[in-house]
């Protein structure tokens, strides 16, 4: 089967497209035929060789990737007859080599959920991971008619949903997004939402001026809720838009460096701030990971998410991994 692996820890150039045996699937076990392939900024750091995440380094070579979605074409031999066929999402582990760059993978029949036709392969795959986190994030953030949230990254895979659910929950939000293209990519994802959102590009000179000048047009002084997966200086810069008691939600740190505000739990401005992290010590302990995918699946399918994909051809997992790098991507990145 064709797989992308890599042989070395380095630049996007060591994934390498080759032929590797087809798995088999064993007991309690479905053979998978993937045709979209979750990629997450974690992939990137463990094919660097940065022992910096949750996971371990792994084995060398390795199948990156713990994201499919595809058809059931093989069952193991205790598994029931009637997934063959079936379209399905599965989160393959929290293991850093789970296999999921490759044509074919063996999936635990726990971790499957089937998809109903209305839902495609991209946006099902983007909610396994990123729909999960999305979900358990506005759990511990809490936002509601009061707040005004300010989203890094707003964007991405997961700033995408938070802003739908923001306002969804009654909020207003100051979108902080990187460069014209995905502010006019998260301005078309909520075109009704009028006076309730600002968006900001953040590569432009003096933005946290122009961000308190949004604020301002929201009708609001200070925002109430900061949920942030950047972290670094823009990440403290957009903690210092929250007012007295704000919520720093802290779910990543994307720009290699956490949230220094989440340390000290007070803004540059000298403001005490209530900070909650998604990740990381001191996070919170969720319950079943499971329910989360179904319930963001559930969302994609009816269509009360609308999900953002940047797609890559399977082969060219190499240029998925350098512009995820690059800040160049719109929605969450899978391969198809």
Do not use: C
């Amino acid at each position: 089967m064709d797989a992308i692996r890599h042989h070395s820890f380095g630049p996007p150039e060591t994934l390498v497209l080759e032929q590797v045996p087809d798995p088999e699937p064993g007991p309690g076990q479905v053979l998978v035929a993937a045709r979209a392939h979750g990629v997450h900024l974690l992939d990137t750091t463990l094919r660097r060789g940065e022992d910096s995440g949750p996971l371990p380094l792994p084995a060398l070579p390795a199948i990156p990737g713990r994201e499919v979605a595809g058809t059931v074409v093989a069952v193991g031999p205790d598994v029931d007859g009637s997934w063959l066929g079936a379209r399905v999402a599965a989160h393959l582990g929290a293991i850093p080599d789970g296999g999921g760059y490759a044509r074919l993978a063996a999936a635990p029949v726990g971790s499957l959920h089937r998809l109903p036709e209305r839902l495609g392969l991209a946006e099902a795959v983007a909610m396994i991971g990123t729909g999960r986190m999305a979900l358990m994030t506005l759990e511990v953030a809490q936002p509601g008619p009061d707040d005004v949230v300010v989203l890094t990254a707003a964007a991405g895979g997961l700033g995408s949903l938070f802003v739908q659910s923001a306002l969804g929950a009654g909020a207003r939000v100051l979108a902080l997004a990187g460069g014209p293209r995905k502010v006019r990519a998260v301005r078309g994802l909520v075109p009704d939402a009028g006076h309730r959102v600002a968006v900001v590009d953040v590569d432009a000179p003096g933005w946290p001026a122009d961000a308190r000048t949004a604020l301002g047009r929201l009708h609001a002084g200070a925002a109430t809720i900061l949920i942030d997966g950047v972290g670094g200086e823009l990440g403290a810069e957009a903690a210092a838009l929250l007012g007295p008691g704000g919520r720093l939600v802290v779910q990543g740190w994307a720009s290699g460096l956490p949230n220094p505000v989440a340390a000290s739990a007070v803004t540059p401005d000298g403001d005490p701030v209530e900070v909650r992290a998604v990740v990381g010590p001191g996070g919170p302990r969720f319950g079943d990971l499971r329910e989360y995918q179904r319930r963001a699946l559930e969302r994609a399918a009816s269509g009360s998410w609308r999900v953002l994909t940047h797609r890559v051809a399977f082969a060219e997992a190499a240029r998925a991994h350098r512009e995820l790098e690059e800040r160049r991507t719109v929605g969450k990145v899978v391969l198809g």
